[in-house]
């Protein structure tokens, strides 16, 4: 063992400790929330202070936790107030950037469920929708909320008790039980860092400051997409303002390659070759290339 480093909790600024705990404690479990607000308006956040306390009664508990920089709580906790029923969504790979877009903090009132382009379903037994993206759903009521306490980054621990369960067959094994190699879970580790079960860790970005136009926003030709996946979506979603017809023009002007491809009109290859941009992280010019098949 190299040379130890010893901190004094209460020395540190509490961003900081933030990040040693987060930094330290993972891979954690991510509860992708589903609740109602007084006036019945969805909205939909995640949330990776999450696990599983007991099988009987069945006890899911998440905390959404005071905002360090301003001290001010979430949506989610403030609905689970006032609503006591919420449904806890499992996030599997083939939705992470769909989930990471539905972390930005949109006004109150708005649908995260159609900003990150995730579908609801209505569930059995309690008012809140649930992510139909979602590999498995927990209905819950809630049986208490406990603060942690009144200063930003103090936790609310939010008892979730589970009343029904709905499963996709997709990730069930020949015995009916969860395959873990299906389910495909992801779960957040530090920084932009998230695990994936076997495969390893990998990034995403978080969500800018500034809000992302969401995938509603997304011109129709591109959101339908035969190619692009929820993630590639996810990605594109994340963005202030389109690029300029100007923009999109130039680069077009410096690609021969998608010149030819725009003459041709072969949209779906156009759209395999954004997704590789997307794959390295180039999303501006993912944007330009898509925009290119659809601008006049």
Known sequence: MGKRISIEVSELPISKLHGYLLGAVGPRPIALASTIDGQGRPNLSPFSFFNVFSAN????IFSPARRVRDNTTKHSLENVLQHKEVVINVVNYAMVQQVSLASTEYKEGENEFVKAGLTMLESDLVAPFRVAESPVQFECKVLKVEPLGKDGGAGNLVFSEVLRIHL??????ENGAIDQF???QVARMGGNWYSRANKGMFQ??????TLGIGIDQIPEPIRSSQVLTGNDLGM???????PSKEEVDTYVKKNLVLQELLAKGDRAVVHKKAQELLKDRDVQSA????????QK
């Open 204 to 209: 995403v970005p978080k969500p800018i400051s």
């Open 287 to 294: 944007w330009k290339m898509l925009l290119a098949t659809v």
């Open 57 to 60: 009664p069945p006890i899911l």
């Open 182 to 184: 299906k389910i495909d």
């Open 236 to 242: 594109l979603g994340n963005i202030e303002k389109l």
């Open 168 to 173: 996709d067959a997709d990730v069930l094994d």
